[in-house]
């Protein structure tokens, strides 16, 4: 079998933010377990709004869609703004209707991995909800296990706290797991 490439997108203009570092958690661990993984953050998606009549796209937004069409396996990571995933990757999201009329349309069968971080339960949940209602909108399938990670209370980084780096742990392994299903 070839090397799985993982494509994790997500997170916010500030650097490490907690989503980032949840989702290079995750590519470390799918590293470990033998795939090519590749960042898409911060910077990586600071895209205009998304426009679809307008074809024009920047370099930066071409060279996602571009990383996306070459993903076996997708980790979403959004931290909750007010309850819900943010304006920032739901954009960059939008960048993925450039795939529609590809021969694989969206993340059509692609196994997702869904991260969402947030100042409390609430809206970790909710924004885990939500990724994962995108991800099926997008034809891909969401890994059973989510991970909603609450980023106030307890002592150090919540990242690197129990049980955390298991629960990616187990959400890698279920995307590789998927990954090397037969087809349909």
């Not at 993984?37 to 060279?63: E, H, V």
């Amino acid at each position: 079998m070839t090397q799985l490439h993982f494509v994790a997108i997500g997170g916010t203009m500030r650097a490490y933010s907690s989503t980032e570092r949840a989702l290079r958690k995750a590519l470390a661990i799918a590293e470990e377990r033998g795939a090519r993984t590749t960042l898409l953050a911060g910077a990586d998606i600071d895209f205009p709004s998304y426009a679809p009549d307008n074809p024009d796209r920047p370099d930066a937004a071409r060279r996602y869609v571009d990383i996306l069409r070459s993903a076996d396996a997708v980790i979403i990571g959004s931290p909750g703004y007010h309850g819900a995933i943010s304006g920032f990757v739901k954009n960059a999201l939008d960048y993925v209707e450039d795939m529609s009329r590809d021969e694989r349309c969206y993340f059509d069968g692609l196994p997702v991995g869904c991260v969402a971080t947030a100042a409390g339960w609430q809206a970790a949940v909710a924004t885990l909800q939500q990724l994962r209602v995108i991800t099926h909108a997008l034809r891909g399938w969401p890994t059973p296990l989510g991970i909603a990670i609450n980023t106030i209370g307890g002592e150090g980084d919540p990242i690197d706290n129990a049980p955390i780096p298991d629960q990616l742990g187990m959400m890698v392994d279920q995307l590789f797991s998927f990954c090397r299903r037969p087809a349909l």
